[in-house]
């Protein structure tokens, strides 16, 4: 059962413009999310989070926007630069006291220079 | 010097046979997991220990067994390794248990043969 989910395999984004990288969630419970990036042949490392308390959580040219009623959040880097260009997961988890991190499948996103 | 380390990077073997692979973390956190990422890219949970002690076992085989032999340790033995195993297996560390952010090692990329 996929609760977490990344609709979107892969992106494509021109250098400079707005990326856009969407999640949709089942889990009525989740309360924490978070958004991490990932290289080739590394690790993913943490990027943004946002509380369920919160509609949006910005840093520096990150902001992530939480639609709690459609279940939906969404990362938005602007403006894109090449070294963005990275696997993006969404990740969620349910209150405290279970923090266990629900992953999405990812997204690709490539920076067009 | 790295922060979440894993030994060995990639891992080759045939079915049936006993590996380990090796996690060690220098941030003095204290709560250390195994990921699993398989071929759907799909990133699970497996374990997670806290100050040595297991507090997330997810559904799995018990032909894995974790091992904690101190705070910044956090081994992985898989026994009758199987082809459903092949994976690419990341360790993760934070300071302490909670919302607190997870550092991912490298990955281990397991091929069971």
């Known amino acids: 059962d996929q609760q977490v989910k990344q609709n979107s395999p892969s992106l494509s984004v021109q250098e400079g413009r707005i990326s856009i990288l969407n999640c949709d969630y089942t889990?009525?419970?989740?309360?924490?999310f978070l958004w991490y990036k990932k290289y080739p042949a590394e690790g993913p490392t943490f990027l943004i989070s946002?509380?369920?308390?919160?509609d949006k959580n910005e840093d520096g040219r990150f902001t992530v926007f939480l639609n709690k009623s459609a279940k939906h959040l969404s990362l938005h880097i602007v403006p894109s630069q090449p070294g963005d260009s990275a696997v993006y997961f969404c990740?969620?988890?349910?209150?405290?006291?279970?923090?266990?991190?629900?992953f999405g499948t990812g997204t690709r996103l490539t920076i067009i220079p | 010097d790295t922060a979440v380390s894993q030994t060995p990077k990639y891992l080759v073997t045939q079915m049936g046979n006993d590996k380990s692979i090796k996690c060690e973390q220098n941030?003095?956190?204290?709560?250390m997991y195994w990921y699993k990422q398989d071929s759907k890219k799909f990133l699970k949970i497996m374990f997670s220990?806290?100050?040595?002690?297991?507090?997330i076992n997810e559904t799995v085989p018990n032909r894995f067994s974790p091992k904690s032999p101190d705070k910044a340790h956090l081994n992985l033995h898989i026994n009758s390794l199987e082809l459903g195993d092949s994976a690419v297996y990341f360790c993760?560390?934070?300071?302490?248990?909670?919302?607190?952010?997870?550092?991912f090692g490298p990955g281990t990329r397991l091929l069971v043969l």
């Open positions: 990740a969620a988890s349910l209150g405290v006291g279970n923090e266990k991190l629900t």
């Open positions: 993760a560390s934070s300071q302490g248990w909670g919302r607190e952010t997870q550092y």
């Open positions: 889990n009525s419970m989740f309360d924490y």
């Open positions: 220990y806290n100050n040595k002690e297991l507090i």
């Open positions: 941030l003095g956190h204290d709560t």
């Open positions: 946002i509380s369920s308390i919160k």
